[in-house]
């Protein structure tokens, strides 16, 4: 069973305000999730969670992480510009991106955030576009191949685009060295929604062998590892949910059995955890709108993919209440869909769902990671509003939803926009 965080009320009330579809964030849980990842890792000195920005790249809920002790992990200029605006410079921010243009190396470095490379290239890249190297980088590893946890592989190293080769980041490491970094990163991510508590200590005992290595071989201090994002979330109801204190506990025995004896038990954990933090703790806000009975039977509802994506890209489940009808029998098979001119736009296939009446509030679970946050335009459909429902019941606007004038404000320099403006 799968319980919203808010109740039918509150969301009346809101609706009255801030019209629906609309993103809602539950504080609380939020709050109440950083302090047990912070618990897990408590163990470790150094620990940090540099919240990943592109899971929920909204400044009012960076705030409120930063609050519970977390930084900020960015991989863009805007994601780093947002970091900025809260306060998350120095070594608050973690730059962890690929591919990168020159312009975002300047504003990471600017920031004095900590510097991530994704490969061996970028040292030369990083110094073309900013000059001389911070005392402090990180590397990223890609260890190649297939990784296994114990419960079967998980994912193909091999395949991903990210990091460097293990021959690659000794040479990398040796390169930084000489020119004059002194505290060095590892950071390595593997796995995106990985449902088993395994998945961090195994990557973390892999990545305490190569840095004991890496130390030895190439007498570079290191200061950090980060284990990056990847732990995930049952979407599911009844799905397996992690344990994070298990978690935690993992790592630290690989931490005790690597570094330690190695002479490195001064090293950082840092992780970069997205979903994991704010995935559970948001829910995407629909009103049945049309109903339509052909060969099968569909729900309209005023919410389409262009709000929540991972159904469409991925076949993703988002679990759904009909508020108002949680102890309803379910008796009907619906698809719920939206109105993009696209046979994909549908949160929900053959779903079993209690009988949906036109204006029935929906609750769709689990978007507060890689939800809003993946929206798009398509079909000049505009982003909808953001909202943060604090521990107290009172709630703010933490984005006001599209108009037309934001989607037609690229237009201005064009010949028509006056044309499309006076029709607002
Ligand atoms: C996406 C991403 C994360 C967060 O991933 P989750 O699966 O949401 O935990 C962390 N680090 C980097 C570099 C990423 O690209």
Redesign the pocket.
């Known amino acids: 069973m799968k319980t919203p965080f808010v109740s039918k009320e509150k969301l009346e009330e809101i609706i009255r305000e801030i019209p629906t579809p609309f993103h809602i964030y539950d504080e609380k849980g939020i709050r109440e999730n950083a302090r047990r990842v912070r618990e897990a890792f408590s163990w470790n000195k150094g620990f940090r969670e540099y919240f990943?920005v592109?899971?929920e790249p909204n400044p009012a809920i960076l705030q409120v992480l930063k609050e519970e002790g977390c930084g900020c992990?960015c991989?863009s200029l805007t994601e780093l510009m947002m970091a900025k605006a809260i306060g998350c410079g120095g070594e608050l921010t973690m730059f962890?991106s690929n591919d990168t243009p020159d312009e975002e190396y300047v504003m990471a470095n600017e920031m004095n955030a900590i510097i991530n490379l994704d490969d061996i290239t970028m040292i030369d890249s990083f110094a073309k576009a900013v000059g001389t190297f911070p005392k402090t980088m990180c590397c990223r590893y890609n260890p190649g191949g297939v990784f296994k946890v114990s419960n079967g592989i998980m994912d193909t190293p091999g395949d991903a685009k990210y990091g460097m080769t293990t021959d690659q980041i000794f040479k990398a490491y040796r390169i930084l060295k000489s020119n004059g970094v002194e505290n060095f990163g590892l950071h390595s991510?593997l796995v995106?929604?990985a449902v088993t508590n395994d998945y961090y200590p195994m990557l973390a005992k892999l990545l305490f062998q190569l840095a004991v290595e890496l130390q030895k071989d190439t007498g570079c201090h290191i200061s950090f590892i980060n284990l990056?994002?990847?732990?995930g979330i049952p979407y599911k109801p009844g799905e397996n949910e992690i344990d994070i204190y298990e978690i935690g506990e993992g790592v630290r025995k690989a931490y005790e059995e690597v570094l330690v004896p190695a002479g490195m038990g001064d090293v950082a954990i840092y992780t970069?955890?997205?979903?994991?933090m704010t995935g559970p703790y948001g829910a995407l806000i629909t009103t049945a709108i049309h109903e339509k009975n052909i060969m099968k039977h569909y729900i309209g509802v005023d919410a389409c993919a262009c709000n929540l994506m991972r159904p469409a890209m991925y076949g993703a489940y988002h679990h759904i209440t009909v508020m108002g009808k949680e102890m309803a029998p379910y008796t009907n098979i619906y698809d719920v869909t939206g109105s993009l001119c696209e046979n994909n736009d549908k949160f929900a296939i053959d779903r079993m769902l209690p009988k949906i009446d036109m204006g029935d509030i929906l609750y769709i679970h689990d978007t507060g990671?890689?939800g809003f946050a993946m929206g798009y335009n398509y079909n000049g459909k505009l982003r909808s509003a953001e909202v943060l429902l604090h521990e107290d019941g009172s709630f703010t606007k933490i984005r006001r939803a599209e108009t037309p004038a934001d989607y037609f404000s690229t237009f201005e320099e064009m010949p028509f926009y006056g044309k499309l403006m006076e029709q607002l």
């Open positions: 990943a592109k899971a992990d991989s962890s991510f995106s929604n990056s994002g990847g732990i970069e955890l997205g979903r994991f990671a890689h």
